[in-house]
């Protein structure tokens, strides 16, 4: 049709790759049975299926232990794979809570949220990392996919190229952080 109407170029958004890390010691692969204390991973699969809902594209990154060393080098390679970077768990204030510190041993990131006034949600970090956007996700599956309504939904929509009006069911709000 458009080559009809003489049209040979029009502006189209890449589809954004999205990096997904989950984070903790108590989780554990879906085809393993945890022992007292553990969890299956299901924030991989939820959130991959969020993604591709949204018509964002996952990549998937694996599981993470609550260790620095591991935890700082899939961030790096999830930064260098993807537009944008999700960690779900290791977000809280805990002596296993790690992210903040990882995030902030990167020489280019800013933390620029670290607690939001929700519930479920409110350990979620937001910061930035050079011209990428890096989502602390609460570990608690129904927190997680929580925040990634409120907040990822739109982030998602606003890489693919949609505007607010576009967004059904979604109202946008101008808002002034008072600290």
């Known amino acids: 049709v458009m080559a009809g109407l003489g049209i040979d170029l029009v502006p189209v958004f890449k589809r954004p790759k999205v990096a997904i890390i989950s984070t903790g010691d108590e989780v554990v692969p879906v085809n393993q049975k945890p022992s007292h204390g553990q969890v299956r991973d299901i924030n991989t699969y939820t959130l991959s299926a969020f993604c591709r809902q949204e018509g964002a594209f996952p990549v998937v990154t694996g599981l993470c232990p609550d260790d620095f060393g591991?935890?700082?080098?899939?961030?790096?390679?999830?930064l260098h794979e993807a537009d944008t970077l999700w960690?779900?768990?290791?977000?809280s204030v805990g002596t296993r809570d790690l992210t903040v510190n990882v995030l902030e041993s990167l020489g280019d990131?800013?933390?620029?949220?670290?607690?939001?006034?929700?519930s479920p949600g409110k350990p979620t970090i937001i910061a930035s990392a050079g011209s990428s956007f890096i989502f602390g996700l609460?570990?608690?599956t129904a927190s997680a996919m929580v925040i990634a309504e409120i907040f990822l939904r739109p982030f998602l929509a606003k890489l693919s190229g949609v505007t607010p009006s576009d967004l059904q069911g979604h109202r946008m709000v101008t808002a002034r952080l008072t600290r």
Not at 73 to 78: A, E, L, N, T
Not at 87 to 91: K, L
Request: charged share 15%; hydrophobic share 35%.
């Open 70 to 78: 591991n935890l700082r080098r899939s961030v790096v390679k999830g």
């Open 87 to 91: 960690i779900s768990g290791g977000s």
């Open 109 to 118: 990131a800013r933390i620029l949220v670290h607690g939001v006034s929700i």
């Open 138 to 140: 609460p570990g608690h």
